[in-house]
């Protein structure tokens, strides 16, 4: 078994795929083709017509990127067809589950360096240690995400807690809401705390972190860019509160009619 057998039953592996999911798009090779023009990278429908049927028998990487697009797939469906395979062979003489194979090319899992893909405590080090950004942009972005539904939490209970009275029960009620939206807003601080750490490690093995929602300013020591409104929302905006002055002025004039 030579690399080059291998790169070919990979190649017939994408090309089963680009004819199931074209076929599921209802396109034709032409179509196929077209679309991957109109992306900006010709790939002449006799191109794809010999990719499919195994006359040429390998892709550029490059042509996988705009294929999958055009397709509207992710390129990893294309080269790991999770769910319609259960196993691959995901490098020469080496079977994965198609699930594993996927999450170790996009970067959610650490790639296994021992025999028959075994996975050793060498790949966890690996995965670890190396500055690749993929991973830790994906924990930033739960964090992130973590951090804003502790904060709508904790706005909706105070938003509750302010429309009762001091009466009983809505006092008892709303003497829970508020402990409630203090835990939340506890929460969100440790969470800013940990974006904090994941964004100085980024830095450190240099990489730039992805900016910071604007609205989460408050639990973060770094400035935090104000991003800049679009002439679009602009306009909006100013035509509501013309709206809002006039409505306010006609009322003002009806009470002085009165």
């Not at 032409?30 to 390998?58: H, K, W, Y």
């Not at 509207?72 to 020469?92: S, W």
């Not at 991973?135 to 807690?161: I, P």
Request: glycine share 8%.
């Amino acid at each position: 078994m030579t690399q080059e057998d291998w790169s070919v039953r990979l190649g017939q592996r994408i090309a089963g795929e680009v004819r199931r999911f074209r076929r599921h798009r209802g396109m034709s090779a032409q179509q196929l083709s077209d679309r991957c023009a109109e992306l900006g990278m010709p790939i002449a429908r006799s191109v794809l017509a010999n990719f499919e049927s195994g006359r040429r028998p390998t892709l550029a990487i490059a042509e996988l990127v705009v294929i999958a697009q055009a397709l509207r797939v992710p390129p990893v469906a294309l080269a790991f067809p999770v769910g319609f395979e259960e196993a691959v062979e995901v490098l020469p003489g080496q079977t994965a589950s198609t699930f594993e194979a996927a999450r170790w090319f996009t970067g959610e899992a650490p790639g296994h360096t021992g025999e028959n893909w075994r996975y050793t405590d060498q790949d966890a080090d690996d995965y670890e240690d190396t500055p690749f950004g993929i991973e830790r942009f994906r924990r930033h972005d739960a964090l992130v995400r973590a951090l804003v539904s502790h904060q709508l939490r904790a706005d909706e209970k105070l938003k509750r807690a302010t429309k009762m009275s001091d009466g009983w029960p809505d006092a008892e009620l709303r003497r829970a809401l508020l402990d409630v939206a203090e835990e939340m807003e506890e929460m969100t601080y440790r969470g800013a705390g940990e974006v904090e750490d994941i964004r100085r490690e980024m830095r450190e093995d240099g990489l730039t972190p992805p900016p910071l929602p604007y609205y989460l300013n408050a639990y973060f020591r770094e400035d935090i860019e104000k991003p800049e409104v679009s002439s679009s929302l602009r306009a909006l905006l100013e035509q509501e509160d013309r709206e809002k002055a006039a409505g306010t002025g006609g009322a003002e004039q009806a009470e002085g009619g009165e």
